[in-house]
């Protein structure tokens, strides 16, 4: 009986032993799986060693911690005349960023035991994206009083607001511009450029940090209505439409983004920026707008279900134009800034004596920095957008997670402080006043004032 005993302590003693002890290692395999920005994810990893023979294979694995997941396969080869490569399977499904480690503990062939280390650094990486909105309001012209008035916007007149997306992510969401230079617009997914080849750039507003200014130079003259009995009309006030912007935007975080400045989408058949103006009678009544000029507002070449403009677009477009929502309105009586009054006095629209012509003033006016910065008035319109199709899916659902409100686009315009560095951006004026057989009875003295959002000089008659 004491013999068993004593049997059963020995055999106890040396399992005992064996169950807790662990091999030395031959060599310690060191891992860097570098930057890692996908999660989860995985992969084969190889680390250098002069320590191990190549050719072997894993046999067992005796420990295993750390944040990765370790395979069961690992092996050695050969990597240049004085080097061997131990390769491991490693998988991973961070739950946060940050560094990470993880160590394996595995026998190979020849009873050889190899101390396996691994680190590396999980960040969320840079994913950059584009959006397709509908459209942007990129200015509007304000009428002058009768037939033969006229304001002529120079070629060196930049026209154009500064644009946010605030409204469109949601209050924990971080934007921000890096550029600063002054670059044209490219088709989407194209780098930005200096060149400067059409009549429309774009800047980084260094003030904000999280803006861009979207300016076209001028080069075009608007006119009055065809009757000077109306006077003043703002129903043939205009309004410029982009019918195929594109937003890039660079994902950098899991609630940041950078904004990569305009471009154009170029599935458009235009190939470049396709800018149209309506004159705001057909925005009231778009059943007005010539059949070729709705065919553009179409947008058929969009197939990604956004679709052309609707009522409801041209609703919304209508709202940049205060006096289209508002006859009654009084620049006088706003103090959001959205107009400066200018020209230092007033001017004559006063009929011409019975068989005698009306008196032409030919004037210019001047956009001041100041009247910019102190502009607290903004343009805000939601609308339809689409993501273009070949972004990678970390862009996607980290975008969609940031909007503020589900599948809404919503971009606001105001006051640049871009658009006029200091005074020499001019306009020509000329208003003449109506004819005796006009039978013209509205006010006589015109007010000049500027639209501090988009540029434009707007006639307003006060008596």
């Known amino acids: ?237 205009i309004v410029w439409i982009w019918l195929n912007p594109a937003i890039e935007l660079t994902l950098t975080g899991p609630a940041s983004f950078n904004w990569n400045g305009f471009a154009y989408n170029a599935a458009d058949p235009v190939n470049q920026m396709d800018v149209l103006y309506l004159y705001v009678y057909e925005l009231k009544n778009p059943s007005l707008i010539p059949p070729n000029v709705a065919a553009r507002l179409a947008r058929t070449w969009d197939v990604s279900g956004v679709g052309g403009l609707t009522d409801a677009d041209y609703q919304a477009i209508l709202a940049a134009n205060p006096f289209a929502v508002n006859p009654l309105y009084d620049p006088n009586m706003d103090s959001s800034g959205r107009f400066s009054l200018t020209g230092g006095r007033t001017f004559d629209y006063r009929p011409a004596g019975v068989g005698g012509l009306p008196v032409k003033e030919d004037f210019e006016v001047t956009a001041q920095t100041s009247n910019s910065t102190t502009s607290s008035s903004q343009d805000t319109r939601s609308m339809g957008f689409s993501i273009d199709h070949n972004v990678h899916a970390k862009f996607k659902v980290g975008f969609e997670l940031n909007l503020r409100f589900a599948r809404t686009w919503t971009s606001s315009t105001r006051s640049s402080t871009t658009n006029t560095q200091g005074a020499g951006q001019r306009a020509a004026l000329s208003i003449t006043g109506p004819l005796a057989t006009d039978n013209y009875t509205g006010p006589t003295a015109i007010q000049i004032w500027r639209d501090n959002i988009y540029g434009s000089f707007m006639f307003y008659g006060v008596q």
Not at 179 to 187: E, H, N, S
Request: proline share 5%; glycine share 10%.
């Open 1 to 237: 009986m004491k013999i068993l005993v004593g049997c059963f302590l020995a055999l106890s003693a040396l399992i005992c032993s064996t169950a807790s002890a662990i091999p030395p290692s031959v060599a310690i395999v060191n891992i860097d799986m570098g930057t890692v920005n996908v999660s989860p994810g995985g992969g084969e990893y190889c680390g250098l060693t002069s320590q191990l023979p190549p050719d072997l294979d894993q046999v067992n694995t005796l420990q295993r911690s750390g944040q990765v997941t370790f395979g069961n396969r690992a092996y050695t080869r050969q990597n240049g005349p004085n080097a061997v490569a131990l390769c491991v399977n490693i998988s991973h499904n961070f739950p946060a960023f940050g560094t990470f480690s993880g160590t394996e503990v595995i026998t190979m062939q020849r009873n050889l035991v190899v101390t396996v280390k691994v680190n590396g650094n999980y960040v969320f990486g840079n994913w950059r994206g584009t959006i397709y909105p509908k459209y942007q309001v990129l200015g509007v012209d304000y009428a002058p009083p009768g037939s033969s008035s006229f304001v002529t916007y120079s070629a060196n007149f930049s026209r154009g607001g500064s644009n946010s997306l605030s409204e469109t992510f949601s209050n924990s969401t971080s934007l921000s511009v890096t550029q600063t230079l002054k670059f044209g617009v490219p088709a989407a997914g194209a780098d930005l450029s200096t060149t400067i080849t059409s009549s429309y750039a774009q800047q980084a507003e260094t003030q904000t940090g999280n803006t861009w200014s979207l300016t076209a130079a001028g080069g075009h003259t608007v006119s009055g209505p065809a009757s000077s009995t109306a006077g003043i009309d703002h129903n043939f006030d």
